[in-house]
């Protein structure tokens, strides 16, 4: 993975919202294939990172790069290559699955052809296809999560962002989406970032982040991670700040 190449590129981004500084600096990088938790307390930071890399905002200095296509420069390109769950649902409720999905692949200009063959594929591949025709209304949560991660693929991005995606979710729906995310992420080389404040969803990945009043304060695996909080006060503090794992809501 080392040697894979660099698919989301992020240099000294800085935001701030009036004179309240959100992110000072942050730099980061995924490579295809890696799976990235973005860990932080409520605060941190990782909401405006994630609206940045999103496009919904702009930083006030720094660059992003998503696939070799510059945010700024060519967004349209750059936003291609990038799919992304959110924490709130945007699913019409009313509308079956396939209507969703449909709506999609619209928005990025896939003949309905080809979009009716890559969404029996994903439905296919998550176990999900009996729910093809379904109301959205009346699937689970979890379900509805898978939903939305089917949606976000369909564009065959090379980069995707989980942005708090558990939220809601019981334990069990939890760990299902999370091995589901690293077994897309080792079949199809795709890179994911999964930003969360949960302590318990950061084992599948390959590297962690640490993002702490705006700043990266950590990069690395998480096992030096864990062993350094039982020396380092300051990583001992922040995982007392970090919410433990809940049931649904």
């Known amino acids: 993975m080392p040697d894979s190449p660099i698919v989301l590129q992020v240099q000294s981004l800085q935001k701030s919202y009036g004179s309240r500084p959100a992110l000072k600096g942050v730099s980061l990088t995924l490579r295809a294939g890696e799976m990235v938790a973005l860990l932080g307390p409520n605060g941190a930071g990782k909401s405006t990172l994630l609206q940045l890399l999103t496009g919904l905002f702009t930083p006030d200095q720094g660059s992003i790069e998503i696939a070799g296509h510059d945010m700024q420069q060519h967004p349209s390109r750059a936003l291609a290559q990038l799919g992304v769950v959110f924490q709130q649902s945007a699913l019409d409720l009313n509308r079956s699955v396939l209507a969703n999905l449909l709506f ?3 928005l990025h200009g896939l003949p309905r052809s080809v979009a009716s063959e890559r969404i029996d594929q994903q439905l296919a591949s998550l176990g999900m296809a009996e729910h093809r025709d379904s109301t ?43 091995k589901t995310v690293r077994d897309l992420c080792n079949a199809q080389g795709m890179a994911v970032l999964w930003a969360t404040h949960l302590i318990e969803e ?48």
């Open 104 to 106: 999609h692949t619209d």
């Open 136 to 178: 959205v209304r009346g699937l689970s949560g979890g379900t509805r999560r898978k939903v939305e991660l089917v949606r976000a693929l369909l564009h065959q991005p090379r980069v995707l962002l989980m942005d708090e995606a558990t939220v809601g979710l019981d334990p069990s729906s939890r760990q299902q989406l999370l």
């Open 202 to 249: 950061v084992h599948e990945a390959d590297r962690l982040l640490l993002l702490h009043k705006g700043t990266v304060r950590f990069d690395g695996s998480i096992d030096s991670f864990m062993g350094a909080a039982e020396s380092d006060d300051f990583q001992e503090e922040v995982l007392r700040q970090l919410e433990p794992e809940k049931g649904a809501l």
